[in-house]
C-alpha cells in the first residue's frame, strides 16, 4: 500500500508540475485568452493504447502517434519519447497552439491531454487515412484532384495561423509527414510544437535555438536565425513539390540546392522543365479538362514559394492560399496561369 500511495504522491507532483507550466505557455500564447482543456488521467491513457502498446503506433516522428478508444471515440493519442533536440517546452507550445486552432477544419483537433506523465500527452481527433502518403493503401498514387485539394486545405490552415491573432505565428514544421487525413480525405494540419509568434510591428524574430533541419526548412534561416514568413511559405513549397512527385520531388529541390546554392540563379529556372519527368505519368489519364494547365499552374506555383527566381515579389500565405483557389477553378489554359511557369 505504501507503494501505493508513493505512486499517486509522484503523480500528483508530475500532474501540478506539468499543469503549473501548460497554463504559463496557453498565457503566453494567447495574451491570456486561452480555451479551456480537458484533461484526461494517466489510467484512461493507459487503458485506450493498451499501455502504450507498439501495435496501436500508427506514426513515428517526434512524437509517436497512437490509436485508442476512450469513451466509446476513436482518437489519437500524442506521446513525446524526449529522446531528440527539442526541449519539454514545446510540447507545452503544441498542446498551446493547437488548442487555438482547433476550430479550424483543416487542423487536427486536439480533445484534450494528460499532464500525469513526465511529459504531456495530447488526446486528438481520429484521422482515419493516417499521415498524408504520396500512395493508397493498395499501392496507387494519389489522384491529381486529391493533392491539389491537401495543398488549398493546408494552405488554409497556414493562413488562418498567421492572419487569426494578435501576433502572426509561424509554425517551422510544414512538411508531409505532419499532415494527417480523415476518412472524407480532409487534410489535417497536426504539429505545432515549433511555433513561434512575431513581436507586433515586426516582421521577423531572431531564434536560432530551436535547432531545425531538413530540407523543408527555409535556407534562408541557416547563419542567420531569423524567422518570418518566408519560413512557413518555403516549407509549403516543399510540400507542394512532394504532392506532386513524392519523395523525388524532395530529392529534386535539394539536388538544386547543392549544385546552385540559394537563391537559386535565373539559369536555374530551365531546369525546372524536368521536374515534369519527375511526376507520376499516371496524373496524365484523368479527363479532367485543363489538368496540364492545372499541374503546371501549381507546380509554378511551388517554384514561387520556395523562390525560384531572384527578384521576384515575395508571397504571403494568403497570396498563395488565394492563388491554389483560382488553380483549382481552372477549366481552360489561360495566359496568366501559363505565366506562373515562365
Known amino acids: 500500500m505504501k507503494g501505493f500511495f508513493k505512486m499517486k504522491s509522484e503523480t500528483r507532483k508530475q500532474s501540478d508540475k506539468n499543469g503549473s507550466l501548460l497554463l504559463e505557455e496557453l498565457v503566453a500564447s494567447s495574451d491570456g ?23 496501436h503506433i500508427i506514426a513515428k516522428d517526434r512524437f509517436i502517434w497512437y490509436k485508442g478508444t476512450i469513451e466509446e471515440r476513436r482518437v489519437l493519442v500524442k ?34 491531454c494528460c499532464v500525469e506523465f513526465h511529459n504531456p500527452v495530447m488526446v486528438c481527433e481520429y484521422a482515419e487515412k493516417g499521415p498524408l502518403q504520396v500512395v493508397d493503401k493498395e499501392g496507387f498514387p494519389l489522384p491529381w484532384s486529391t493533392g491539389l485539394k491537401i495543398g488549398k486545405e493546408i494552405a488554409s490552415a497556414i493562413t488562418y495561423l498567421h492572419t487569426a491573432f494578435p501576433r502572426v505565428i509561424i509554425n517551422r514544421e510544414i512538411n508531409p509527414r505532419n499532415i494527417f487525413l480523415d476518412e472524407n480525405g480532409t487534410a489535417k494540419l497536426s504539429s505545432f510544437c515549433l511555433c513561434i509568434s512575431i513581436p507586433k ?19 534562408d534561416y541557416y547563419g542567420t536565425g531569423l524567422v518570418s514568413e518566408k519560413f512557413d511559405v518555403y516549407s509549403f513549397g516543399v510540400t507542394m513539390l512532394f504532392l506532386l512527385a513524392g519523395e523525388l520531388g524532395v530529392q529534386w529541390l535539394a539536388a538544386m540546392i547543392g549544385e546552385f546554392g540559394f537563391p537559386f540563379p535565373v539559369s536555374v529556372g530551365k531546369l525546372s522543365e524536368h521536374f515534369i519527368d519527375l511526376i507520376d505519368q499516371t496524373i496524365w489519364n484523368s479527363d479532367i479538362k485543363g489538368l ?17 527566381w531572384p527578384g521576384k515579389d515575395f508571397l504571403t500565405m494568403i497570396d498563395v492560399a488565394r492563388e491554389l483557389k483560382l488553380i483549382e477553378g481552372i477549366v481552360t489554359a489561360s ?8
Open 292 to 308: 496540364d494547365v492545372q499541374v503546371k499552374a501549381f507546380f509554378g506555383l511551388s517554384l514561387r514559394c520556395v523562390r525560384f
Open 33 to 55: 485568452k486561452y480555451n479551456p482543456i480537458r484533461m484526461f488521467s494517466s489510467d484512461q491513457i493507459l487503458k485506450e493504447t493498451n499501455n502504450f502498446d507498439a501495435d
Open 335 to 342: 495566359s496568366k496561369c501559363l505565366s506562373f511557369i515562365e
Open 79 to 112: 506521446k513525446w519519447e524526449g529522446d531528440h533536440v527539442l526541449s519539454p517546452d514545446n510540447v507545452y507550445r503544441d498542446i498551446s497552439i493547437l488548442s487555438m486552432m482547433s476550430s479550424h477544419k483543416n487542423v487536427l483537433k486536439l480533445l484534450g
Open 201 to 219: 510591428g515586426e516582421s521577423c524574430v531572431f531564434d536560432e535555438e530551436a535547432e531545425v533541419y531538413g530540407i523543408s526548412v527555409d535556407p
